[in-house]
């Protein structure tokens, strides 16, 4: 009987190195032209079915309203009014996932998101003069918002969207799996059981990115690790790496024609405010306390949604997105130096805000940064955990103060080649 692997740790169980397993996976990788539908986003009449499907939802307005404002959407009529009507007319206008995404998300739903949520949300490192398709690696910390800000950049230069690779386990409702789907969702099956499903599930999902990267010639946006960064440190699983190499490994590819097909850019993104720094703090304690007594932690079936509209909904104050510089081979000779070129660009590249820097002299004693949050009011900003224990504050604090420390790493790391 094989192994039975980690529901969430998928990418992380790849251990295809021996020369039997890449025989297998070459074998398969051989078999003449392969179908994505079971994972890529919908396509043709799969994709105006689905929106047919959404247009009947019958509280899709209200849900798409309320999700966003939080508030009571009969306090503005007109608002409400006026988005039920761009809503449907978009539901029934749309014909494939790149016009949904214009149209609606950015359109719609990220412009409300800005509007109810977002102080300032600011961008780097795009330009329409460059636009070949790309693999965009990206620090996690929000469940839906991270792809979809890079949407909203793209779309704001005129650019084309990106698909963005997700878990499975999102897919909690047919009306859920509609909404990403039609959103250029690539799902990653978390739901396998052996070592053999899962290599073989790897090299489906590594195949699949690629195809659309070069056939379909659209970018794509995954996370640089399974799940979100509930510490505040954005550091690369190089599995995640390994993976997208191994639909060129299996062909006798090079890494450097995997670089050099794939366009591997880092994206950075930060949010002065975290909504969801309190419950990724809990969930660690509570990962900690199972692992002692169970050895394992589930999460609860709507857990992440809970998790995903209270990114969406609450105060996130000043936002960015800095897209850094395709890695080239010269600088990258295998998956681990890639993993780590990635997080060199991510931290160099977050946009620290006066949370971040009095978190690390809070937590530090000092007054190193005080400058950058002079106007800061550090009082109400702790208030917001009182009610908290010792373990939840120290862990929310840490979030915000860690990068900081892998910024001033990077910066002496820096020094030190000099």
Not at 352 to 359: A, K, R
């Amino acid at each position: 009987m094989e192994k039975e692997i980690n529901r969430k740790g998928m990418i992380d169980s790849y251990a295809a190195d021996s020369e039997k397993d890449l025989n297998k996976l070459k074998e398969k990788a051989s078999q003449g032209v392969e179908d994505f539908s079971d994972i890529s986003p919908y396509e043709g009449e799969a994709f105006l079915d689905a929106m047919k499907r959404l247009e009947q939802y019958p509280q899709l307005v209200n849900n798409f309203v309320d999700v966003v404002s939080g508030r009571n959407r009969f306090v503005n009529k007109w608002k409400f009014f006026h988005t039920k009507k761009n809503l449907l007319f978009m539901i029934k206008n749309v014909k494939n996932c790149e016009e949904c995404q214009k149209l609606i998300l950015c359109g719609i739903f990220m412009n409300m998101v800005e509007s109810a949520s977002i102080d300032n949300f600011t961008y780097s490192g795009l330009s329409k003069d460059d636009e070949k398709p790309c693999l965009y690696i990206s620090n996690h910390r929000d469940i839906l918002l991270d792809a979809a800000l890079l949407c909203q950049a793209l779309y704001r230069e005129d650019m084309n969207t990106c698909n963005m690779v997700i878990g499975n386990n999102l897919l909690v409702n047919p009306f859920l799996t509609d909404v990403f789907k039609v959103n250029g969702a690539i799902t990653v099956n978390r739901d396998l059981h052996s070592v053999s499903d899962s290599k073989n599930e790897l090299l489906h999902l590594s195949r699949c990115i690629r195809h659309w990267i070069t056939d379909e010639k659209k970018s794509v946006w995954i996370a640089q690790k399974s799940g979100r960064s509930k510490d505040g440190l954005d550091i690369t699983n190089p599995s995640i790496i390994k993976m997208l190499y191994l639909s060129f490994r299996v062909e006798g590819k090079s890494f450097e024609e995997f670089l050099n097909t794939m366009n591997i850019k880092p994206v950075s993104v930060s949010y002065q405010y975290d909504p969801c720094d309190i419950t990724k703090s809990q969930e660690v304690i509570r990962k900690l306390k199972a692992e002692g007594v169970f050895n394992v932690y589930k999460k609860k079936k709507y857990e992440d949604i809970i998790d995903m509209v209270r990114g969406v909904r609450h105060y996130k104050g000043n936002v960015n997105i800095s897209v850094g510089e395709a890695i080239r081979a010269d600088s990258a000779k295998d998956f681990r130096a890639v993993a780590r070129e990635v997080d060199r660009q991510i931290h160099l590249n977050y946009k620290l805000s006066d949370t971040n820097y009095f978190c690390y002299d809070y937590l530090n004693g000092t007054d190193t940064f005080k400058d950058f949050y002079a106007d800061f009011n550090k009082k109400s900003f702790l208030k917001n955990y009182k009610a908290f224990n010792d373990d939840v504050k120290n862990l929310v604090y840490n979030q915000y103060a860690n990068p900081v420390r892998s910024y001033l790493e990077e910066k002496a790391l820096m020094e030190q080649k000099k």
